[in-house]
């Protein structure tokens, strides 16, 4: 009967512990690019999807991005019931920045082979200085950034510490922007295993238990696994939050209004000038705009457009070189970790160069041009009388562009057929004439 008994417990945990392997499930989700609010909601939600105790794996590839997006990302995770895995990888990719602290986040810390990760030196939002700020400007900028950095180092130590991790490492990245290979993470305990793949990654750390929230977890990852896709429409946004495209869509944006100021009426020009500034503007929002690079890109495609109206080699010159400085400096990421192209910069400098020089200048040639068809451009032009005028408001018939018109004189003189006569002004069929 004991044995019986026995048997009926052993076969009774077995199913609970198969049961519950069996019912908790894998998630992926993924983050490739710069670290931005977009980013920061969507792990926040994917997290908020699943269920407790499912096991949840972050793929991750990241120059950095926004310390306020980070901290939504790691109070997520740390605050979530899962065991939560953090993978570095495929080979080729990096965690730098804000995905130092990520990681260091993490509940089992991966990487693939030839990864590196380091360099968390914090970034900021804002506008850096304005140029010719004061030496007074120079050391509060200064003391604030030292203040920045210490927070963040504190805040690395803090996470790394309390998972175990190398954090005299961790707080070094910070103060020092110090970066390391895989290797180098591994043996330094910065991180706990290298993974080529996440099949492997998978194979290798089923079943295995964790502390987390004063509780004990297992990590279940050799069945079916979930991927938790970013949204179409979130994608387009985290797309446009890009210094290059946030760039693109500042300059059409600024090109579409200038062209409906030398057109004027609403028309594409407006509509697609508007459509960009709001984009740029929206991505903006997500990245630190230097405010001196912003106003030195803006003057610099204004100068160009007056030189289309005023034409001075001084003015094209000054706008280039402003348009140029402007946009090396618009984003104000420490490290330059994420930053503008400068061929793209050049490119699109040339580009406004040969608008303004042969679109706009062309559109307001038109536009000064004298009009040549329809009623309006009879006026100023001349003809021949066919009949006599006598007087002011006299009434005959006038030769002119090749037809016959209606005509009457608006002067006090005479004109006999066969005079050269001006048209001054078109009323409906019927021209106003002068002697010409």
Not at 182 to 205: G, Q
Not at 238 to 266: C, D, K, Q, R
Not at 374 to 391: H, Q, R, V, W, Y
């Amino acid at each position: 009967m004991k044995f019986i008994k026995y048997l009926f417990i052993f076969n009774l945990l077995n199913f609970t512990l198969a049961a519950d392997k069996c019912y908790s499930e894998t998630y992926l989700m993924e983050i490739d690019g710069i670290i931005n609010p977009v980013v920061a909601d969507y792990i926040s939600d994917g997290f908020k999807t699943i269920k407790e105790k499912d096991t949840v794996i972050i793929r991750m590839n990241t120059p950095g991005g926004l310390m306020d997006s980070m901290q939504q990302i790691i109070k997520s995770m740390l605050n979530s019931p899962n065991p939560v895995i953090v993978w570095i990888g495929p080979p080729g990719t990096r965690a730098a920045s804000a995905g130092v602290f990520i990681t260091m986040a993490s509940d089992i810390a991966c990487m693939a082979p030839e990864t590196n990760i380091g360099a968390a030196h914090p970034v900021q939002m804002g506008g850096g200085a304005m140029p010719g700020s004061g030496e007074k400007d120079s050391k509060q900028d200064k003391v604030m950034e030292g203040k920045i950095t210490n927070d963040a180092a504190a805040y690395m130590r803090s996470i790394a510490g309390e998972k175990k991790r190398n954090w005299k490492w961790a707080e070094e990245s910070v103060t020092k922007s110090l970066s390391i290979t895989s290797r180098e993470a591994l043996d330094k305990k910065v991180i706990e295993y290298i993974f080529p793949n996440l099949d492997e990654l998978r194979e290798k750390l089923d079943s295995k238990k964790i502390k987390k929230l004063n509780k004990e977890f297992t990590v279940h990852t050799k069945g079916d696994i979930k991927t938790i896709a970013m949204k179409p429409f979130k994608k387009f946004l985290n797309m446009i939050a890009h210094p290059n495209i946030a760039f693109i869509f500042l300059t059409l944006g600024v090109y579409g209004l200038i062209y409906e100021f030398s057109s004027p009426g609403i028309g594409l020009g407006a509509i697609v000038g508007g459509i960009c500034l709001i984009l740029a503007f929206f991505s903006m929002q997500l990245l630190p705009v230097n405010t001196a690079g912003l106003l030195m890109l803006i003057l610099g495609l204004i100068l160009m457009a007056v030189d289309v109206f005023n034409p001075t080699v001084i003015l094209t010159i000054g706008g280039l070189i402003s348009f140029v400085m402007g946009g090396l400096m618009l984003f104000d990421f420490q490290g330059k970790f994420i930053s503008i192209s400068v061929s793209l910069v050049l490119t699109v400098a040339l580009a406004s160069l040969l608008f303004f020089i042969f679109v706009v200048r062309a559109v307001v040639k038109v536009r000064k041009r004298k009009i040549t068809t329809g009623k309006e451009g009879l006026i100023g032009d001349k003809g021949t009388a066919k009949n006599n005028f006598s007087g002011p408001d006299s009434k005959g018939m006038v030769f002119i562009q090749g037809e016959l018109w209606s005509a009457q004189l608006v002067e006090n003189s005479e004109v006999k057929e066969g005079d050269s006569i001006e048209v001054v002004d078109v009323v409906g069929n019927l021209l106003k004439i002068k002697k010409g």
